[in-house]
T-cell receptor, first 115, second 113 residues
């Protein structure tokens, strides 16, 4: 099993450009998450999908959109990138988002730089 | 709002030293508590967790006890190794059945041979 995979691993954008970060999991998990990690800030939740067909905002959703394409895939889109979106982005999944004891499994991350 | 506070790093120890990383959480609801570890260049992975008061989570020689009276979940290891060098994150869920996590800012540990 590959677990949670993310593409690309690295990306450099210019201000105003758009891009989509891809995430897929092969563990048949119901819930998926997008986080950003900034120095000294820990991880902050951008969006999550508790189950296929649903998405909800997290702590820092402004400037992002998401799509839960199917049970396996959850993408994050930056429509007009800004330097403040320079960060490392992590996708995660868990078996049931509505079960507070569940472990989240993380992908390897995408390092994004916006110039 | 709900939050998790953990000791700031970086923490530098010699091999075989005792490790403590402090973590406290806001006491709203009845959260589950987690420690995640991030090795260089990788994503986070679960180290241990505890789901109710007085539970002790343990894994790979690390331990943490859910202390409701002090709202704490401190991470300890009796003898660290160079391979334990990583960033450690304390986290809580939003409480009850809510699966979303709130993370602390992370503590970087470096272990010298």
């Amino acid at each position: 099993n590959a677990g949670v995979t993310q593409t690309p691993k690295f990306q450099v954008l210019k201000t105003g450009q758009s891009m989509t970060l891809q995430c897929a999991q092969d563990m048949n998990h119901n819930s998926m998450y997008w986080y950003r990690q900034d120095p000294g800030m820990g991880l902050r939740l951008i969006y999550y999908s508790a189950s296929e067909g649903t998405t909800d905002k997290g702590e820092v959703p402004n400037g992002y959109n998401v799509s839960r394409l199917n049970k396996r895939e959850f993408s994050l889109r930056l429509e007009s990138a800004a330097p403040s979106q320079t960060s490392v982005y992590f996708c995660a999944s868990s078996e049931f988002g509505g079960r507070g004891t569940d472990t989240q499994y993380f992908g390897p991350g995408t390092r994004l730089t916006v110039l | 709002g709900d939050s998790v506070t953990q000791m700031e790093g970086p923490v530098t120890l010699s091999e075989e030293a005792f490790l403590t990383i402090n973590c406290t959480y806001t006491a709203t609801g009845y959260p589950s508590l987690f420690w995640y570890v991030q090795y260089p260049g990788e994503g986070l992975q679960l180290l241990l967790k505890a789901t109710k008061a007085d539970d002790k989570g343990s894994n790979k020689g690390f331990e943490a006890t859910y202390r409701k009276e002090t709202t704490s979940f401190h991470l300890e290891k009796g003898s660290v190794q160079v391979s334990d060098s990583a960033v450690y994150f304390c986290a809580r869920n939003y409480g009850g059945s809510q699966g979303n996590l709130i993370f602390g800012k992370g503590t970087k540990l470096s272990v010298k041979p």
